[in-house]
């Protein structure tokens, strides 16, 4: 298993700023995703987040408006720039670790709840 | 467009009542995963199915995966308040890549 951390726990932000969410591993893990969740509902993944190199983001999602860092295998961010209040929502960090000869597994961190003002 | 279509939607039941959640798609998994979800957190995984046709069993909660691996089902047993909660099971269509069911809100009233 993995415990993942996420800062900030929670933010009320104005139209037209950006928020960097945090996301801190307690091991080395190769796959890191970022997703989205509107309050009771599924989860939508925005990007996988790749070491070494650009994201790789899902259909209906840019960098522009979501750039990713991941300098190492523990940490990650996600900006969400230039918000609007469509983009309040719970963002997520999750990571996938091998659980079997063919499968993996993900966890997930707590979540930052994003409301935009 | 892959879909993983769960029902109930919402479902309230009474203390010690058991319940059947379904997850079902038309695409093969490879492996899926079943999650709870409380508020103000992240999902918490609950089991992974990997075979068709297998049954896992956590304490009262049983989980089963199709034999075709396109569909899987969560039975709960004597529900209680503390299963309240959001589930939600998520296909695994690559080596790292999932989709989430539409998820299932439970509410066990005491």
């Known amino acids: 298993s993995a415990v993942i951390s996420q800062k900030p726990s929670r933010d009320i932000c104005q139209r037209g700023t950006s928020l960097t969410i945090q996301c801190q591993v307690d091991?080395?893990?190769?796959?890191m995703f970022w997703y989205r969740q509107q309050p009771g509902q599924s989860l939508t993944l925005i990007a996988t987040?790749?070491?070494?190199?650009?994201?790789?983001?899902e259909s209906g999602f840019v960098i522009d408006k979501f750039p990713i860092s991941r300098p190492n295998l523990t940490f990650s961010t996600l900006t969400v720039s230039n918000m609007s209040p469509e983009d309040s929502s719970i963002y997520l960090c999750?990571?996938?670790?091998?659980?079997?000869?063919?499968?993996?597994?993900?966890?997930f961190g707590p979540g930052t709840r994003l409301t935009v003002l | 467009t892959q879909l993983l279509e769960q029902s109930p939607q919402f479902l309230s039941i009474q203390e010690g009542e058991n319940l059947t959640v379904y997850c079902n798609s038309s695409s093969v998994f490879s492996s899926l995963q079943w999650y709870r979800q409380e508020p103000g957190e992240g999902p918490v995984l609950l089991v992974t199915v990997v075979t068709g046709g297998e049954v896992k069993k956590l304490k009262r909660l049983t989980f089963q995966f199709g034999d075709a691996r396109k569909d899987s089902s969560l039975h709960i047993t004597a529900a209680q308040p503390g299963d309240t909660g959001l589930y939600l099971c998520a296909g695994a269509t690559g080596t790292y890549k999932y989709i989430f069911g539409t998820g299932t809100r439970l509410k066990v009233l005491a």
């Open positions: 091991s080395q893990v190769t796959m």
């Open positions: 999750s990571v996938a670790v091998i659980a079997g000869e063919i499968y993996n597994e993900q966890f």
């Open positions: 987040a790749n070491q070494g190199s650009e994201a790789t983001y």
